[in-house]
């Protein structure tokens, strides 16, 4: 068998402590992340079996668990000995490592008990479609403005994803890849999984500033580390979805994709309708900082 063919027995997953086929793995039913959303979660992508910009990632999870009170399951040490374990016992090469931390099980009430359980771990990995993904760089996507209807702290990677879905389930049912979310205001906030960006007629980048209305994206703090040491302008600060209409050029980025090319809005065309020579190559930056082949 090839070091990374896919493993004949089926997915492996990881729940507190225990390696098990994927169909096989589960938790308590008082699990507080399937009572209450009580939970965080992360997502790292995987190429060549190495996992990508691991550090910042596991950086952003442990804010979120100090966020809500939950400590973390294991040392950081420990955990990326365990994320290789997966890697290598799912022998998959290119694909996507899912971590979600919860408060653990305990007696259903609202309010976290005052002796807190054991966190629960779990840990799945998936293939990711390259070929797919390689297309939607070159062709670039279709995204669809949606209401923010989420909570008030969408810096804290939780588990807590039903207004996404709804607005991903609406995007896909206006034929779009993904889904802006716009505030009250009119102004967009990110999309139902990534960060959103625009380049305006100077090309200048423009992506939505830190608070709590955002995630702060790993893949978002990298580019933009390398967008500054290539000397690119870029600004964080609001863009009203008027503004995105008439960029030059607009992309999304994620764990799952790095900078992936906007080619329409809400069924208008942006820029040249094509994947644009400023999103190439902030993606190429990114790949370079990253360490990626």
């Known amino acids: 068998m ?37 939970g965080i979660y992360e997502v790292t992508n995987v190429i060549g079996g190495k996992p990508i910009d691991e550090e910042p990632h596991l950086d952003r999870m442990e804010r979120s668990l100090r966020e809500l009170g939950i400590a973390m399951p294991m040392g950081r040490a420990a955990l990326k000995l365990v994320m290789r374990e997966m890697i290598a016992r799912n022998r998959i090469a290119n694909g996507l490592l899912y971590l979600q931390v919860t408060r653990g099980a305990a007696r259903r009430d609202h309010v976290p008990p005052k002796n807190p359980p054991r966190p629960t771990l779990i840990i799945t990995m998936r293939a990711q479609d390259m070929a797919a993904l390689a297309q939607r760089m070159e062709k670039g996507i279709a995204v669809s403005t949606q209401p923010d209807i989420r909570w008030g702290r969408c810096d804290i990677k939780t588990v807590q994803l039903l207004p996404n879905l709804l607005a991903k389930q609406a995007a896909k ?62 600004v964080e600060r609001k863009f009203t979805v008027a ?16 900078a992936l090319p906007v080619v329409v809005i809400d069924g208008q065309t942006i820029g040249d309708g094509v994947p644009g020579a400023l999103s190439r190559r902030i993606r190429d930056l990114y790949a370079e900082k990253a360490g990626i082949n």
């Open 173 to 234: 049912q206006a034929s779009a890849f993904e889904a802006w979310l716009v505030d009250d205001d009119g102004y967009v906030t990110e999309g139902g999984s990534t960060n959103a960006w625009i380049v305006d007629a100077k090309g200048t980048v423009i992506t939505r500033d830190l608070s709590n209305a955002i995630l702060p994206g790993v893949t978002r703090k990298i580019m933009l580390e390398a967008m500054k040491e290539a000397q690119i302008s870029v």
């Open 2 to 38: 090839a070091k990374w063919q896919r493993n004949p027995t089926g997915r492996i997953a990881y729940v507190n402590g225990r390696y098990l086929p994927h169909a096989e793995a589960g938790v308590h039913i008082e699990d507080r992340a399937l009572q209450l959303g009580d």
């Open 243 to 258: 503004e995105a209409l008439a960029a030059k050029e607009a992309f999304i980025t994620s764990a799952t994709g790095a």
